[in-house]
Every structure is written in C-alpha cells, then in structure tokens.
C-alpha cells in the first residue's frame, strides 16, 4: 500500500470541497447532464473482491447501460503502481483504501471521496505458518506485509492491542501478492495480506491458520471509489453513471450472486470454489446505502477510526479535513 502508502501511499491529494446547503446540493444535483459526457474513462483497480463490482460492470455490459460507452478498468499489481497512475493523471479515478484518500488528500493530490465500496472483514487478516499462537507472540519474529497498504494498517493496530508496535517485529516488506507465497515457502512465519491470497495461502497448506482479522475492529479496512477533481468538474454525467453501473452490478450480483462471483473470481485470479468464504467476509455497499453512511456512521465513526489507525501506523504524518475529502453530491443526486 520504503513508502508505499495506499490499497491498498502518499503522493499527493487534497483540495477544496464546497460546503453546501440542502438547497445549492438540488441545484448541483439539476445540473449533472442525464446523459454521460462522451469521453473514454480509464478507472485504477487491483486484484481485491472489495472492487469486484466494476468486473461484473464490464462483462455484463452494464457501463453501457448506464450510458458509458468506453470505460477502461486497469489492473495494478501494487499500491505504488495504482496511486502513481492516480497522481500522474493517467488515470480519472481508482479504488484504493479508506486511509490511502486520507494521505492522497494529506500530501495535496486532487481527489475527492464519491462513494463507500466495502469493508472487510476477514477478508484482510494475518495469517501463521502455526508456529505462533498469538499476536503476543509476534515479538522479535518475521512478518511479511506490505508496507503502506490495509496490510500495514492491520498489523499496526493488532500490536498496539497487545502493547506492541512495529518495531518489536522483524518486517519483511513486500507485496501482498507475495506475502501467502513467502509464507507458503517458509521464509517467514507470519504474513499480513487480503484475498484472494488468504484463502489460496490456507489451500495450500493445511497448517496455515487466521490468526488476527479486520473484524476484530469493523471498518477499520474499507475502500472507497475517488475521483480526480479536474474530472468530476469536466465529466459530472459520466461520475453519476459510474455510480449507476455499480448499483446495477451490485444488484446483478446480489440476483445471481454464484454467477456473479465467478466473473470477480476469474477477475482476481482465482476459481470460485477456491474463494467460496472469501466472500462472505466482505460487505459491499449500495449507493443508497452510501446517502447513509457518507452522513452518518462510515464518516462519524469509521473515518475517525482509520484516521487514527493510520496515524499509529506513520501513514498520515498531516492532519486532513475530512469534511473537504467526503464528496456526497454524486451519491445525493442519484
């Protein structure tokens, strides 16, 4: 997620969101075109179930149903790789981390929070070769992570619940994706990483167990959708059909949930049957479920939570308001 902040690093982010009243939100909400600007719209993703939706989107051409006509999803294997296509431009939007906006908007990067994707649960965890019992027990051993991401969140705040920090442990950094495998091949004794690594890892030997999950504190991994600004103030039409073809999808999926988790399955590199409770410890979120969240508890006590835990972990070394990063009208004028 060296510095390598996202999801799953801090370039730069931040900017101005405009307070509004009830009365100038139904003005903004007129404004966006019913139908979406031409234009093609290059979006960042990685290989995390949390982003499955926009898999279903393309396969089941639901980006054209809602009036897109040319929507890239771009795979990156790493954090790094994601946010430098974010900074750079070479991307409109991306899918990253809850505490990854936070830093973007910390260090100045324009982007803007349009809608809660997910939250994991045990889909983000740490996991033993068998050797160790206990978080407790983690003092002075090898752990794999990869620094800057939900895994260095994770593992940052499983310590500090057992009166320890990062300095305790031995850190091997490296990429999520690789985090089960070095785990697997014995060169460390503890790996911190998400799906679809956790279960492969599990699959793969039968000595390999869950020992701490994102569930031990609800909220503290999710991921958001952010947009550039420069974007949102050119295309609008087309940032609300984004969020109708994720409805769509998310619908669909709920509708034909076996069919659904094959194509996001097939999307991260995995077979379904390989993934069957993988899935289930991950909570996506409608957009109706966002006029909600984005008012209530995902910003009065998720945010503050991860902002926290991001703190803790060095992450966000600079205060962000989060009140200017949360960019509700999309979601509102659905």
């Known amino acids: 997620m060296n510095w390598t902040p996202n999801r799953r690093q801090i370039l730069q982010a931040g900017a101005a969101t405009l307070a509004m009243s009830g009365l100038a939100k139904a003005a903004f909400a007129q404004s966006i075109p019913t139908t979406p600007e031409e234009g093609a719209i290059k979006m960042a993703i990685e290989p995390w179930l949390g982003y499955g939706q926009w898999h279903i989107a393309a396969k089941k051409g639901l980006f054209a149903k809602a009036g897109l006509a040319d929507v890239e999803v771009i795979n990156f294997n790493t954090d790094a790789d994601l946010n430098a296509a974010l900074a750079a431009g070479q991307v409109q939007c991306g899918n990253i981390a809850t505490h990854t906006a936070m830093a973007f908007a910390a260090a100045g990067l324009p982007i803007k929070i349009i809608a809660l994707l997910d939250v994991s649960m045990t889909a983000d965890a740490m996991i033993t070769d068998g050797s160790i019992a206990s978080v407790a027990d ?197």
Request: hydrophobic share 45%; charged share 20%.
């Open 138 to 334: 983690l003092k002075g051993k090898q752990v794999a992570f990869e620094e800057g991401t939900t895994s260095h969140i994770l593992l940052n705040y499983a310590l500090a619940q057992n009166g320890m920090t990062l300095d305790d442990v031995q850190k091997v950094p490296m990429p999520a994706s690789d985090a089960g495998s070095a785990l697997i091949a014995g060169r460390v004794p503890v790996a911190v990483t998400y799906e679809p690594y956790l279960t492969l890892a599990m699959q793969q030997n039968a000595k390999v167990k869950m020992l701490y999950s994102a569930g031990e504190n609800p909220g503290l991994i999710s991921d958001v959708f952010v947009v550039r600004e420069d974007f949102l103030a050119e295309k609008p039409g087309q940032v609300l059909a984004l969020l109708k073809a994720w409805d769509a999808s998310l619908a669909d999926y709920k509708a034909d949930t076996a069919g659904g988790r094959a194509i996001i399955s097939e999307a991260v590199g995995a077979k379904p049957e390989e993934l069957a409770t993988a899935f289930d410890g991950v909570t996506y979120y409608t957009m109706a479920e966002n006029k909600t969240q984005l008012t209530g508890d995902f910003v009065n006590k998720v945010v503050p939570e991860v902002k926290k835990a991001a703190t803790s972990a060095g992450l966000l070394s600079k205060d962000v308001d989060l009140a200017k990063l949360i960019d509700t009208r999309f979601v509102e004028a659905l």
